[in-house]
């Protein structure tokens, strides 16, 4: 199992970013793919997850209504659309992938599988 995040970079306060991350080795039917992010000295924070089987979206209130999760099953890929990007969005990026049990989970304890991290910087 693999999974590869990809898109972070530098960019202005008020702009957008794409991040995507590529997962590999299975299939993921009954799984959930979360993003999560950690800023320098902060705990790993819950930014918002998706369903691979339903459309099915989850997002932590400090970003709804600015990112956007989505997916291409095809491609094996989850995306995360930042808008309205904040100097606080500043953090590592992290994918990870855990099964789906009814409900969606903020907890990082409860992903299996993770991706390497991207950095997104943001600049007033």
């Known amino acids: 199992v693999q999974l590869q995040a990809s898109g972070g970079g530098l960019v202005q306060a008020g702009n957008s970013l794409r991040l995507a991350c590529a997962a590999s080795?299975?299939?993921?039917?009954?799984?959930?793919m979360a993003w999560f992010r950690q800023a320098p000295r902060k705990e790993r924070e819950f930014v918002g997850a998706?369903?691979?089987?339903?459309?099915?979206?989850y997002y932590a209130d400090s970003v709804k209504g600015r990112f956007t999760i989505s997916r291409d099953n095809a491609k094996n890929t989850v995306y995360l659309q930042m808008n309205s990007l904040k100097p606080e969005d500043t953090a590592v990026y992290y994918c990870?992938?855990?099964?789906?049990?009814?409900?969606?989970?903020?907890?990082?304890?409860?992903?299996?599988?993770w991706g390497q991290g991207t950095l997104v910087t943001v600049s007033s």
């Open positions: 990870a992938v855990g099964v789906y049990s009814g409900s969606f989970h903020i907890s990082p304890n409860v992903y299996n599988y």
């Open positions: 080795g299975r299939t993921w039917n009954r799984y959930v």
């Open positions: 998706i369903r691979w089987s339903a459309d099915s979206t």
